[in-house]
């Protein structure tokens, strides 16, 4: 492979259509102020680089960046590109990667607004993210080790995987679809509204309002924390070793609890049992 190394770019397209090269201790960057360095590009090594100018990494193949840092000014890095690796890099510009397939991060830092829209199959390990908006309508996602914190994340994805991470995220995984959360924290207001086959399995759930209009919702050996007006109008199977403040209507299934301090039914069609632990009755 060529390698590239030691020098500044600051060009339009100033690498397009490369194939097979390797970037390293390189700077893109300028008074030129070129766009999309690495456009239409294949079997590309990134390391040790610095972006601070927009689109360089769109219709890539076969990809590999580490080690380098993308500014606020690197605005939309990574779109419609695929076979994509990622480790140590910090991504600091809006919406930094889109429509794109089979990737892989880790060790990374993100600051992202809008990041990962209608992302294909992406592991994500032992990453930071803030961001808004993060993720929305992806799909086979596998995270572990993740720390993110922004509103309105996981909007609409499917398939998918997460593992000791921790959220602070308004309005997540709303509109989700056949997803696991295992051994989590995830704090923050209204919580996974109108999702389906979603399963907190040894999580601790924070915030007012969770999980609403859900319909295959399950909880495994969950502990809720200033949780109120939970379940409403949802269809679940619950084990939850705390207290929770309110239950409302909830539609279908069976809610195992510690204790509740109270329970709302004035809805005729909300008929889920709820079993309150050391009562003989149904709450």
Known sequence: MDVIENTSFDMERALYGSQGIIVRNCSFDGPADGESALKESSDIQVSHCFFNLRYPFWHDKKLRIEDSKMTELCRAALWYS??????DTKLYGIKALRECSWVKMQGCEICSSEFGWSVHQIEMKDCTVQSEYFMMRSDHLVFSDLRMKGKYSFQYIQDSVFEDCEFDTKDAFWHAKNVVVRNSVVRGEYLAWYCENVVFENCKIIGTQPLCYCK???????????????????????????????????????????SVGEMIWDDKDAHAEVVVKGKNNCA
């Open 216 to 258: 295959g919702l399950q909880l495994i050996d969950c502990e809720m924390v200033d949780t109120d007006l939970c379940f409403e109008k949802s269809e679940v199977e619950a084990t939850v070793l705390s207290s929770v403040v309110s239950i409302k209507n909830p539609l279908a299934g069976h809610i195992y609890v510690e």
């Open 82 to 87: 695929s076979d994509i690796e990622i480790f």
